[in-house]
Protein backbone atom coordinates (compact mmCIF):
# COMPACT_ATOMS: atom_id res chain seq x y z
CA UNK A 1 0.00 0.00 0.00
CA UNK A 2 1.65 3.54 -0.81
CA UNK A 3 -0.57 5.61 0.75
CA UNK A 4 -0.33 7.83 3.38
CA UNK A 5 -0.13 5.94 6.55
CA UNK A 6 -0.20 6.61 10.44
CA UNK A 7 0.31 4.99 13.80
CA UNK A 8 -1.17 3.84 15.88
CA UNK A 9 -4.15 3.96 14.89
CA UNK A 10 -6.04 3.96 18.19
CA UNK A 11 -4.04 5.80 21.71
CA UNK A 12 -6.28 5.92 24.97
CA UNK A 13 -3.79 7.76 27.45
CA UNK A 14 -4.70 9.23 31.48
CA UNK A 15 -5.03 12.92 31.61
CA UNK A 16 -1.44 14.86 31.75
CA UNK A 17 0.30 11.59 29.69
CA UNK A 18 2.47 12.37 26.91
CA UNK A 19 1.60 10.49 23.43
CA UNK A 20 3.66 10.99 20.09
CA UNK A 21 1.95 9.91 16.47
CA UNK A 22 3.75 9.16 13.57
CA UNK A 23 2.67 9.65 10.21
CA UNK A 24 4.72 8.35 6.55
CA UNK A 25 3.33 10.04 4.06
CA UNK A 26 3.51 9.15 0.08
CA UNK A 27 7.06 8.73 -0.46
CA UNK A 28 7.56 10.86 -3.65
CA UNK A 29 5.36 13.76 -1.19
CA UNK A 30 7.66 16.45 0.14
CA UNK A 31 4.49 18.61 1.30
CA UNK A 32 2.71 16.90 4.87
CA UNK A 33 -0.19 18.38 6.93
CA UNK A 34 -1.69 17.85 10.12
CA UNK A 35 -5.10 18.64 11.16
CA UNK A 36 -7.30 17.68 13.71
CA UNK A 37 -10.56 16.46 13.74
CA UNK A 38 -13.23 16.62 16.58
CA UNK A 39 -16.70 14.75 16.57
CA UNK A 40 -19.03 15.96 14.14
CA UNK A 41 -16.70 18.23 13.15
CA UNK A 42 -14.56 18.70 10.06
CA UNK A 43 -10.92 18.21 10.05
CA UNK A 44 -9.42 21.99 11.60
CA UNK A 45 -5.60 22.22 10.52
CA UNK A 46 -2.94 22.42 12.60
CA UNK A 47 0.55 22.81 11.25
CA UNK A 48 2.16 22.26 7.55
CA UNK A 49 5.85 20.92 6.52
CA UNK A 50 8.09 21.75 3.20
CA UNK A 51 10.41 18.94 3.70
CA UNK A 52 11.84 19.62 7.14
CA UNK A 53 10.59 22.80 7.27
CA UNK A 54 7.41 23.69 9.68
CA UNK A 55 6.04 26.55 8.06
CA UNK A 56 3.00 27.47 9.41
CA UNK A 57 1.57 26.97 12.93
CA UNK A 58 -2.44 27.03 14.13
CA UNK A 59 -3.49 29.00 17.17
CA UNK A 60 -4.77 25.95 17.69
CA UNK A 61 -1.62 24.14 17.93
CA UNK A 62 -0.97 25.33 22.09
CA UNK A 63 2.29 24.77 23.67
CA UNK A 64 1.86 21.31 24.50
CA UNK A 65 2.18 19.97 20.96
CA UNK A 66 5.19 19.68 19.11
CA UNK A 67 5.66 18.26 15.13
CA UNK A 68 8.92 17.29 13.73
CA UNK A 69 9.76 16.18 10.61
CA UNK A 70 13.16 15.17 10.59
CA UNK A 71 15.14 14.69 6.92
CA UNK A 72 11.52 15.51 5.45
CA UNK A 73 10.76 12.16 5.53
CA UNK A 74 7.82 10.98 8.44
CA UNK A 75 6.69 13.40 10.58
CA UNK A 76 5.53 12.96 14.28
CA UNK A 77 3.12 14.89 16.64
CA UNK A 78 3.40 14.79 20.20
CA UNK A 79 1.02 16.18 22.85
CA UNK A 80 2.36 17.01 26.37
CA UNK A 81 0.46 16.51 29.59
CA UNK A 82 -2.70 15.68 27.73
CA UNK A 83 -6.20 17.03 28.06
CA UNK A 84 -9.93 15.51 28.22
CA UNK A 85 -9.98 17.86 25.14
CA UNK A 86 -7.35 16.73 23.38
CA UNK A 87 -9.41 13.95 22.71
CA UNK A 88 -10.28 13.76 18.49
CA UNK A 89 -8.99 11.87 15.07
CA UNK A 90 -5.52 13.42 14.19
CA UNK A 91 -5.42 13.03 10.35
CA UNK A 92 -2.06 13.52 8.58
CA UNK A 93 -2.32 14.42 4.90
CA UNK A 94 0.28 14.31 1.75
CA UNK A 95 0.46 16.26 -0.99
CA UNK A 96 2.00 16.98 -4.90
CA UNK A 97 0.79 19.43 -7.38
CA UNK A 98 -1.11 17.82 -9.93
CA UNK A 99 -1.12 20.00 -12.45
CA UNK A 100 -2.10 23.29 -11.45
CA UNK A 101 -3.52 21.65 -8.70
CA UNK A 102 -2.46 20.57 -4.78
CA UNK A 103 -4.13 17.10 -3.65
CA UNK A 104 -3.81 16.45 -0.47
CA UNK A 105 -4.20 12.67 0.65
CA UNK A 106 -5.32 11.75 4.21
CA UNK A 107 -3.93 8.54 6.08
CA UNK A 108 -6.43 6.80 8.03
CA UNK A 109 -5.84 8.75 11.46
CA UNK A 110 -4.94 8.02 14.94
CA UNK A 111 -7.98 8.41 17.20
CA UNK A 112 -6.96 9.48 20.95
CA UNK A 113 -9.10 9.15 23.81
CA UNK A 114 -7.71 11.16 27.01
CA UNK A 115 -9.76 9.94 30.35
CA UNK B 1 -20.60 32.99 11.68
CA UNK B 2 -17.67 29.89 10.79
CA UNK B 3 -16.25 30.65 7.33
CA UNK B 4 -17.88 27.56 5.66
CA UNK B 5 -21.39 26.29 6.72
CA UNK B 6 -22.59 22.95 5.84
CA UNK B 7 -26.02 21.19 7.26
CA UNK B 8 -24.66 18.06 9.13
CA UNK B 9 -27.74 16.21 7.96
CA UNK B 10 -28.15 13.07 8.61
CA UNK B 11 -29.53 13.09 5.01
CA UNK B 12 -31.87 9.94 4.14
CA UNK B 13 -32.29 8.99 0.62
CA UNK B 14 -33.54 5.20 -1.20
CA UNK B 15 -31.33 4.23 -3.70
CA UNK B 16 -31.23 5.57 -7.15
CA UNK B 17 -32.27 8.70 -5.60
CA UNK B 18 -30.50 12.34 -6.97
CA UNK B 19 -28.61 13.44 -4.01
CA UNK B 20 -27.45 17.39 -3.06
CA UNK B 21 -25.11 17.94 -0.50
CA UNK B 22 -24.34 21.98 -0.40
CA UNK B 23 -21.64 24.03 1.43
CA UNK B 24 -22.21 28.37 1.88
CA UNK B 25 -18.69 30.40 2.44
CA UNK B 26 -18.06 33.69 4.05
CA UNK B 27 -14.26 34.21 2.41
CA UNK B 28 -14.11 35.38 -0.79
CA UNK B 29 -10.22 34.54 -0.79
CA UNK B 30 -11.56 30.75 -1.27
CA UNK B 31 -9.99 29.88 -4.99
CA UNK B 32 -10.12 25.86 -4.64
CA UNK B 33 -13.33 23.67 -3.63
CA UNK B 34 -13.21 20.09 -3.08
CA UNK B 35 -15.49 17.35 -1.67
CA UNK B 36 -14.17 14.67 0.30
CA UNK B 37 -16.04 11.92 1.16
CA UNK B 38 -15.04 10.25 4.63
CA UNK B 39 -16.32 6.52 5.73
CA UNK B 40 -16.80 5.83 9.57
CA UNK B 41 -13.68 5.99 11.51
CA UNK B 42 -11.15 6.65 8.31
CA UNK B 43 -9.99 9.54 6.93
CA UNK B 44 -11.16 11.95 3.94
CA UNK B 45 -10.79 10.87 0.22
CA UNK B 46 -10.95 13.27 -2.39
CA UNK B 47 -13.66 13.07 -4.90
CA UNK B 48 -13.57 15.89 -6.59
CA UNK B 49 -11.74 19.44 -7.34
CA UNK B 50 -12.69 22.80 -9.11
CA UNK B 51 -11.50 25.60 -9.57
CA UNK B 52 -13.76 28.04 -11.12
CA UNK B 53 -17.35 28.33 -10.77
CA UNK B 54 -19.78 26.29 -12.71
CA UNK B 55 -19.88 22.65 -13.09
CA UNK B 56 -17.44 19.92 -13.17
CA UNK B 57 -19.04 15.68 -13.41
CA UNK B 58 -17.12 12.36 -13.27
CA UNK B 59 -19.10 9.61 -13.14
CA UNK B 60 -22.13 9.99 -10.81
CA UNK B 61 -20.44 13.34 -9.48
CA UNK B 62 -21.13 16.52 -10.36
CA UNK B 63 -19.56 19.56 -8.63
CA UNK B 64 -21.38 22.99 -8.78
CA UNK B 65 -19.74 26.58 -7.89
CA UNK B 66 -21.30 29.72 -7.75
CA UNK B 67 -18.63 32.19 -6.18
CA UNK B 68 -21.07 35.41 -6.55
CA UNK B 69 -23.15 33.70 -3.96
CA UNK B 70 -20.12 31.73 -1.82
CA UNK B 71 -22.33 28.25 -2.18
CA UNK B 72 -21.22 25.03 -3.75
CA UNK B 73 -22.72 22.08 -4.49
CA UNK B 74 -22.28 18.03 -4.94
CA UNK B 75 -24.70 16.21 -6.58
CA UNK B 76 -24.83 12.21 -7.05
CA UNK B 77 -26.87 10.53 -9.35
CA UNK B 78 -28.23 7.14 -8.96
CA UNK B 79 -27.16 6.72 -5.75
CA UNK B 80 -25.95 3.27 -4.16
CA UNK B 81 -25.66 2.09 -0.27
CA UNK B 82 -21.86 2.34 -0.73
CA UNK B 83 -22.28 5.72 -1.08
CA UNK B 84 -23.30 6.03 2.76
CA UNK B 85 -20.70 7.99 4.02
CA UNK B 86 -19.92 11.87 5.88
CA UNK B 87 -19.17 14.34 2.73
CA UNK B 88 -17.18 17.16 3.72
CA UNK B 89 -16.51 20.33 1.82
CA UNK B 90 -13.10 21.90 1.83
CA UNK B 91 -11.70 25.32 0.29
CA UNK B 92 -8.55 27.04 -0.04
CA UNK B 93 -6.90 29.97 -0.69
CA UNK B 94 -3.48 30.47 -2.42
CA UNK B 95 -0.77 31.19 0.26
CA UNK B 96 2.81 30.65 -1.31
CA UNK B 97 2.71 28.04 -3.36
CA UNK B 98 0.40 25.23 -0.11
CA UNK B 99 -2.87 25.60 0.79
CA UNK B 100 -4.53 24.55 3.93
CA UNK B 101 -7.79 23.51 3.57
CA UNK B 102 -10.99 24.59 6.01
CA UNK B 103 -13.98 22.30 5.61
CA UNK B 104 -17.30 22.20 6.56
CA UNK B 105 -18.51 20.00 9.82
CA UNK B 106 -19.99 17.29 6.82
CA UNK B 107 -23.22 15.68 5.77
CA UNK B 108 -23.80 11.95 6.87
CA UNK B 109 -26.23 10.54 3.67
CA UNK B 110 -27.29 7.18 4.73
CA UNK B 111 -28.75 5.56 1.23
CA UNK B 112 -31.04 2.68 2.14
CA UNK B 113 -31.74 -0.63 -0.69
Known amino acids: DTGVSQNPRHKITKRGQNVTFRCDPISEHNRLYWYRQTLGQGPEFLTY????????KSRLLSDRFSAERPKGSFSTLEIQRTEQGDSAMYLCASSAWEGAWETQYFGPGTRLLVL | QKEVEQDPGPLSVPEGAIVSLNCTYS??????FMWYRQYSRKGPELLMY????GNKEDGRFTAQVDKSSKYISLFIRDSQPSDSATYLC?????????????FGKGTMLLVSP
Open chain 2, 50 to 53: TYSS
Open chain 2, 27 to 32: NSAFQY
Open chain 1, 49 to 56: FQNEAQLE
Open chain 2, 90 to 102: AMSQPQGGYSTLT
